[in-house]
C-alpha cells in the first residue's frame, strides 16, 4: 500500500514564496506520474501540475505556469512544488496525487485519473 504525504502549506503575504513536499512511500517507482491540485472554497479541485515519473516531464496549469515550479527529488522518493509569486486567489487545499494505471500525459489534470492521494495541505495567501 502507498501513501502520499504532503508538507509545507502555511500563510505567506502575496508575492511570497512556498515550497510543498510530497512524500511517496515505500516508493514512488509505482507511480507513472505524479500530480499537484488544488481545491479552493467553494471551487472544483483542479490540476495545477504533473511531473512524470518516466521521462521526466513536467505539465502546467495556465494559471500557474512561470511561477510555480515541479520537481523531483529520486532519492528521497519525493516531489516538490514550488510556488513563487503567490497571489491571493492561490489560497486552497494542496493535494498531491500518484496515477498507477492510466496515464495520458495529454489529460495530466483529469483528478478521475489518480489512484491514490494525500491528506492536503493549506495554502492561505493574505496580506
Known amino acids: 500500500q502507498s501513501h502520499l504525504v504532503e508538507s509545507g502549506g502555511g500563510s505567506v503575504q502575496p508575492g511570497g514564496s512556498l515550497r510543498l513536499s510530497c512524500a511517496v512511500t515505500p516508493s514512488i517507482r509505482p507511480y507513472y506520474a505524479i500530480g499537484w491540485f488544488r481545491q479552493a472554497p467553494g471551487k472544483d479541485r483542479e490540476g495545477i501540475s504533473c511531473l512524470s515519473t518516466t521521462d521526466g516531464m513536467t505539465y502546467y496549469a495556465e494559471a500557474v505556469e512561470g511561477r510555480f515550479t515541479i520537481s523531483r527529488d529520486a532519492t528521497k522518493d519525493t516531489v516538490y512544488l514550488q510556488m513563487d509569486s503567490l497571489k491571493l486567489e492561490d489560497t486552497a487545499v494542496y493535494y498531491c496525487?500518484?496515477?498507477?494505471?492510466?496515464?495520458?500525459?495529454?489529460?495530466?489534470?483529469?483528478?478521475?485519473?489518480?489512484?491514490?492521494w494525500g491528506q492536503g495541505t493549506l495554502v492561505t495567501v493574505s496580506s
Open positions: 496525487a500518484g496515477i498507477k494505471y492510466s496515464w495520458y500525459s495529454t489529460a495530466w489534470f483529469k483528478s478521475h485519473l489518480y489512484d491514490d
